[in-house]
C-alpha cells in the first residue's frame, strides 16, 4: 500500500534493514501464511534460440540449459517466444542418477505445453543436484526463432517475517477513509501489516526477494517481489601525507586514508608499486632499487663558492657554502640553486638544505620558478 519494494545500497553499512510493509486488497485474500525467500538472482536470457524439432519427440529439442540447484524452495521457469505463431513447449529433467545425461524416458520431472509457447514450471522443493531446462520447437514456421526465458531458483533465509497482523472492516475504514491511492481510490477489503527484516546479500548484483502469500483452502500463492540493488564502487583515497602526484628527493612516510563502503578489503593486499625516473631517462619500478641507484649515481665537485651536486651525466644543482651573494641576490649558506648550465646556477635560491620545509626541490633537482 506504501511505495513499491525496492531498495538501493551503496554503503554496506546500511544492507541490513527492518521494513513495515503494508499489503491490500479489493478483494477478500483469506491469507492463512505469510513468508519470504531471498535472496536470489534470478536468470534472465532475452534472445534464445530454438530450431525446428521433430514434434512431440523431446530428445530431438535444440536447447538444453543444465542449472545447479542446491537447498531450494522452489523452482520456477517461464518462457515465450519473441515472434508470433511459433509453439514452443517446455520440460525440466533432473539428473537423478548423477550419469551427467538426460534419460530421456525416466527423468523428466514436469513439462508445458499449451498450443503456444507461453509455458510455465512450478516446482516446489526441488531436489538438490543438476537440473536441465529443456525447450522444444513443437511447431516453428520459420524454421528457428529466438525466445526469452526466466528461470528463479527460490532460496534463502535473508527475509524474515515478523508481527504479522490483519486489519479489521473498523481499522480498514479507519486507515483508509478516503480509499487507497495506491488502490486507484478504492477502499481495500483486506489490509494486513507486517514487519520484513533482511540480511544483506552475500556479494554485489541486482537481487530478488520474494514475499509469499499463501491463501486458504489451496487457493494458490500471491507473489509480492522486492528489488535490492547492492553496488560496490572503488574505494576512496586520501592522501595525507606526501600528496597524490608530489616527488621527493629523500626517503619519507606516506600516510593515507582509505574509506571503503562496500564488501571491504584485506590490508594484506595492500601493494605498493613504486616508480622512479631519473631525468626522464631511466625507469626504476622497485623504489629501493631506484634509490639505491639513484646514490650511486651521485657525485659532487667543490667549488670556491658551491659543492655541484651532479646525478649521472646532469647537473643536479649547486648548494652554497657560506653565505653571500649570487648574481646580485643575497645567499645563505646551505641555500640550493637550479643548475644554470654545466659551470654554475641559476640566479634564485630554490630552498635551504638545512629548512625544514624542503619542497623546494626533489631529487629529480630543484623547482623552477613560479
Not at 479489493?26 to 534460440?49: C, K, M, S, Y
Not at 515478523?162 to 477489503?189: A, C, M, T, Y
Request: charged share 20%; aromatic share 10%; net charge negative.
Amino acid at each position: 500500500m506504501g511505495a513499491p519494494l525496492q531498495r538501493v545500497v551503496d554503503d554496506w553499512a546500511l544492507g541490513d534493514f527492518k521494513e513495515q510493509i503494508q499489503i491490500g486488497s479489493t478483494h477478500d485474500l483469506n491469507i492463512q501464511e505469510v513468508r519470504a525467500l531471498g535472496w536470489i538472482q534470478p536468470l534472465n536470457l532475452f534472445n534464445e534460440t530454438v530450431t525446428q524439432d521433430i514434434p512431440g519427440d523431446w530428445s530431438s529439442s535444440s536447447y538444453i540449459r543444465q542449472i545447479n540447484i542446491v537447498d531450494a524452495q522452489e523452482l520456477k521457469i517461464n518462457i515465450d517466444s519473441n515472434m508470433f505463431g511459433d509453439d514452443l513447449d517446455l520440460a525440466v529433467y533432473r539428473d537423478s542418477n548423477e550419469n551427467g545425461i538426460i534419460d530421456w524416458n525416466s527423468e523428466q520431472q514436469a513439462s508445458s505445453g499449451t498450443g503456444s509457447s507461453k509455458e510455465n514450471i512450478l516446482i516446489e522443493n526441488p531436489e538438490s543436484g543438476n537440473w536441465y531446462v529443456v525447450v522444444h520447437g513443437y511447431d516453428v514456421p520459420a524454421v528457428n526463432t529466438t525466445f526469452w526465458i526466466e528461470v528463479e531458483v527460490l532460496k534463502g533465509d535473508d527475509l524474515t517475517v515478523e508481527d504479522v497482523l490483519q486489519l479489521n472492516e473498523s481499522q480498514i475504514n479507519q486507515s483508509f477513509p478516503n480509499g487507497s491511492v495506491r488502490l486507484g481510490g478504492l477502499v481495500p477489503k483486506d489490509v494486513i501489516n507486517l514487519n520484513l527484516t533482511a540480511n544483506t546479500p552475500s556479494e554485489q548484483g541486482v537481487w530478488k526477494g520474494i514475499l509469499e502469500l499463501v491463501l486458504e483452502g489451496d487457493s494458490g500463492i500471491v507473489e509480492i517481489p522486492y528489488h535490492y540493488e547492492l553496488n560496490e564502487w572503488p574505494t576512496e583515497i586520501e592522501f595525507l601525507q606526501i600528496q597524490n602526484g608530489e616527488f621527493r628527493n629523500r626517503s619519507s612516510p606516506v600516510s593515507l586514508h582509505l574509506l571503503d563502503r562496500g564488501g571491504g578489503f584485506s590490508l594484506d593486499d595492500l601493494n605498493f608499486n613504486g616508480s622512479i625516473s631519473a631525468n626522464g631517462v631511466t625507469n626504476w619500478t622497485d623504489w629501493e632499487e631506484g634509490i639505491k641507484r639513484f646514490n650511486e649515481g651521485i657525485r659532487t665537485e667543490d667549488g670556491k663558492k658551491y659543492t655541484k651536486v651532479i646525478q649521472g651525466t646532469s647537473v643536479w644543482g649547486f648548494i652554497a657554502k657560506a653565505d653571500g651573494v649570487v648574481k646580485g641576490v643575497p645567499c645563505k649558506k646551505g641555500d640550493v640553486f637550479k643548475a644554470a648550465g654545466w659551470r654554475g646556477p641559476a640566479r634564485y635560491t630554490r630552498g635551504n638544505i638545512f629548512a625544514e620545509n624542503q619542497n623546494y626541490f626533489q631529487w629529480t633537482g630543484p623547482n623552477y620558478m613560479r
